[in-house]
């Protein structure tokens, strides 16, 4: 696991833990939990220009070079899906799926190191 | 405003019907934005199995397509509105709920025709389990927006 990993992790589990506080306590998606899950996206972008530096700098990906992109693609793609699908409906419902990108983007993110090693 | 209805009544029933008639608000939000991750990873893997190493174990990987398609229907099931697409839900999410079970069964006591990894093996070990919590939280939710009465 490398230090991408690592910083997903981090901002990932504090993104969930945000977001399922914030559902609990029974309150809708605000600037807080919706910002927590921007941070997430910003955590996966850093990944990605990571991963292009290094792939540029001949750097060898160990497992499927498309299996990688194509998770990396996918997890860049959920954040915005979730905060679009919260805005919608205002609910502390909403809350938990924001919560769902954190622990799933962390997910991904080991599933991408994997790969890579 | 309609004549032929007191003006307390109409609304109120047209809610009460209208919120019975969706299952894509509230906690099945959450329910459908977990089915639509298990729908994308689940395709996403079964496709990547049968494209790359499918002759290793057909079995394995024509069930971890089937259960794509699975989730797939029941995400857009649980989304859209209406009686039709509720009897959709419930149908994915029993074959959904028989599909872990028997597959995370078999893969316990015959690790010899299933050794190769799908999204139902070992109950959803792989997943957190997830596989198995969901159709039983899915049933729970169309229990309580079941359309009838």
């Given amino acids: ?117 | 405003m309609d004549n032929n209805a007191t003006p307390a009544t109409r609304p109120a029933v047209g809610a009460a019907g209208k919120s019975r008639d969706t299952r894509n608000t509230g906690p099945g939000r959450l329910l459908i934005a977990v089915y639509a991750v298990f729908a994308i990873s689940a395709t996403a893997r079964a496709g990547y199995q049968i494209l790359t190493k499918f002759e290793e174990a057909p079995l394995a990987y024509l069930l971890s397509a089937f259960a794509a398609v699975v989730y797939i229907i029941a995400t857009v099931s649980l989304a859209k509105p209406g009686p039709t697409w509720f009897k959709i839900s419930v149908a994915a999410v029993l074959v959904e709920l028989v599909g872990v079970l028997v597959v995370g069964a078999l893969s316990i006591f015959d690790s010899v025709q299933f050794p190769h990894e799908t999204v139902w093996s070992l109950f959803g070990r792989g997943y957190a389990f997830i596989p198995l919590l969901l159709p039983i939280l899915g049933l729970a939710w169309l229990y309580r927006r079941r359309p009838s009465k």
Avoid: H
């Fill in chain 1, 1 to 117: 696991m490398d230090a991408y990993f690592y910083i997903i992790l981090i901002v990932g589990l504090a993104s969930t833990l945000l977001c399922v506080g914030a559902g609990v306590l029974k309150k809708a998606p605000n600037d807080v939990t919706i910002l927590s899950v921007v941070a997430v996206e910003v955590a996966l972008l850093v990944y990605l220009v990571g991963s292009i530096v290094r792939v540029i700098a001949g750097e060898p990906i160990a497992g499927e070079a498309w299996e990688f992109w194509g998770y990396m693609a996918t997890a860049l793609l959920l954040p915005p899906v979730a905060v679009y699908w919260s805005i919608l409906e205002r609910t502390r419902w909403s809350n938990f799926v924001l919560a769902a990108i954190g622990v799933t983007a962390l997910v991904m993110a080991a599933r991408m190191n994997q790969i890579w090693y």
